[in-house]
């Protein structure tokens, strides 16, 4: 296993609520990981760490070491490593006074890019990639709130390539979708991994089944299991992993 | 579960039908006094027009539209009797145009520390402050500015702006302390605690979704805040600045109080002018009947200008809500 990431006894905190607790994984390059697990497991905790966009709320803490390549994000400058780190939320959040095209160039604006024909380009690339060019390419002037929840979805994702980030963190990214929204999403995050790592986190085991190649499975802020997907869903070697999901709790 | 539905829509249905049908006597009187007093407003808001409109009239009979265009103030003393509006107009929009360039981006500044930067700890004490600024009586703004800014104007800051400014025409003239200048920054003072009050409101309706998304893409603190927070708050912005000019238009007591009081089309800030409010102000107790006609007309005007400008504020502010409410 080819190692992007890792977190080492990753414990973090909202207040004096302990949220995740000593957890240690590891992030396959080239391949996608889902985080499973109940609500307020601390899987979204979790992978907010991995960005550093846990600690932008008033009073959180975060202990452990979180490594990108073998270097502790949390020594480096937050700016820096959300630029090699990308995310997606659950509720699409694309800006609402800007256009399709703003909201695509916007990372790539912030990091100094000026020139018109390689913004294009940068651009046009990310739409392609987050397979939303086909049906935006006559209206990328069009604001962004314009388009469907999904398409605005995959605008965020397009918008997280932009900046050509080496991960791609995704937290629920289908909640608020329908299936068929969904179904894209699960498509596109497949062909992703050719080129990025991926993280998603999902409460939807069968999604989880669907498109990662590793799996986390999270319970009251502890990393219960973790494995090859297959693995863990047909040979599960905790109890607590199998009654999950089998579907007997959570 | 049907069962317990039923009891409630019956409970609703009975709470619902007791305004209307078995009200006591009590009911009757307490819903009539309230409905009166209401309805009293609208018809205050309506005879004050009517009375400024009958009190105009003379006025609007005998100079019609010259009085937009008139920038003479003659009173019979001085024959012949006519009145013009001109300069009291002009003296109103460079106070308040003056106010908002120098009030817009420290209230800004202001509500941007209070929304996106200042410790939790805080935040809420200074939100009182801003808002206990806003309480401060016009009068004792006014006396401040006579005794303490006007001093500090004539001898500090107009000299300095002059050393810098000096070769454009608007900063000509020996500072004086009590100048249209003056009369701008106080303004400005004035209307900073509305402006940064709703403006830290509206700062605070931007979805944290929305900074997320900028901090995620490598946004600094401050790029999130233009991108995010400034860019999805612009409209709640342009509302607070437009009941900010509300207010530097009819503000009338700290104006007059220091804006030097002298009926010309002035050229430079450091000279002495007037403003619609402070016109009126000075001029109402000594006035003939042809002449208070005619500060009834300017009283209208400024009234009319007022609350346009509070209706176009309302407007931005309710387009903000709604926005928001698309959006979350």
């Known amino acids: ?250 | 579960m049907r069962a317990l539905r039923a009891v409630t829509a019956r409970r609703r249905a009975r709470s619902h039908g007791r305004a209307h049908a078995g009200a006591t006597p009590g009911d009757v009187l307490f819903q009539s006094l309230s409905a009166a007093a209401a309805f009293g407003l609208l018809l205050l808001l309506a005879l004050v027009t009517l009375i400024l409109l009958l009190g105009a009239g003379p006025s609007i009979q005998t100079f019609g539209f010259s009085f937009f265009t008139g920038a003479v103030w003659n009173p019979p003393a001085h024959p012949p009797e006519v009145y013009g509006a001109v300069p009291f107009v002009y003296g109103t929009l460079v106070t308040a145009g003056l106010a908002l360039l120098l009030g817009v981006p420290v209230s800004l500044g202001i509500a941007i520390f209070l929304s996106e930067l200042a410790p939790p700890w805080l935040r809420v004490p200074l939100t009182y402050v801003i808002e206990l600024l806003a309480a401060i009586p016009s009068v004792v703004f006014g006396l401040w500015g006579v005794f303490v800014l006007a001093p500090v104007m004539r001898d500090s800051v107009e000299p300095a702006v002059q050393s810098v400014f000096g070769f454009l025409p608007i900063f000509s003239g020996t500072p004086v302390g009590t100048d249209v200048f003056t009369a701008g920054v106080i303004l400005a003072i004035m209307i900073i605690p509305t402006i940064s009050a709703i403006s830290r409101e509206a700062f605070l309706a931007v979805p944290q979704t929305q900074r997320e998304a900028a901090l995620a893409i490598g946004a600094t603190h401050w790029e999130t805040t233009r991108m995010a927070v400034l860019t999805y708050a612009r409209s709640g912005i342009l509302g607070a600045v437009i009941l900010g000019l509300g207010r530097a238009v009819s503000e009338t007591m700290a104006v007059t109080m220091l804006i030097g009081n002298r009926n010309a089309i002035f050229g430079s800030l450091f000279d002495q002018g007037q403003t619609i409010a402070s016109w009126i102000a000075n001029n109402f107790t000594e006035a003939g009947p042809l002449e208070t006609s005619a500060l009834i007309e300017l009283g209208l005007v400024l009234m009319l200008v007022a609350v346009l400008v509070t209706v176009v504020a309302r407007l931005f502010l309710t387009r903000v809500l709604r926005v928001l409410e698309v959006t979350e």
């Open chain 1, 1 to 250: 296993m080819n190692v992007k990431m890792q977190t080492q006894h990753l414990s973090a905190w909202y207040g004096s609520k302990k949220a995740i607790e000593d957890v240690t994984m590891d992030i396959e390059e080239h391949a996608v990981t889902a985080i499973i697990g109940p609500s307020g497991c601390g899987k979204s905790t979790l992978i907010r760490c991995l960005d550093r966009m846990h600690e932008i709320l008033p009073k959180t803490r975060v202990e452990g070491k979180v490594l990108l390549d073998g270097e502790d994000i949390y020594e480096q400058p937050a700016v820096a490593v959300r630029r090699k780190v990308g995310m997606v939320f659950q509720k699409p959040n694309p800006f609402p006074t800007m256009t399709i095209y703003d909201n695509v160039a916007a990372g790539l604006k912030l990091g100094g890019i000026r020139d018109p024909d390689e913004l294009d380009g940068r651009v046009i690339r990310s739409l392609k990639q987050a397979v939303l060019w086909d049906e935006v390419q006559d209206g990328t002037g069009k604001s962004g709130m314009s388009l469907s929840g999904g398409q605005q979805q995959r605008l965020c994702i397009a918008r997280a390539l932009a900046v050509e980030p080496e991960v791609l963190l995704m937290d629920e990214p289908c909640s608020a979708l329908d299936p068929i929204a969904t179904a894209k999403i699960e498509d596109l995050i497949f062909d992703l991994k050719k080129d990025y790592t991926v993280v998603i986190v999902t409460h939807n085991m069968q999604q989880a089944a669907r498109v990662a190649d590793w799996t986390a499975f999270m319970y009251l802020g502890k990393l219960i299991e973790f494995g090859r997907t297959r693995e863990l869903f047909e040979h599960p070697r905790e109890e607590l992993t199998e009654k999950y999901i089998t579907g007997r709790f959570g």
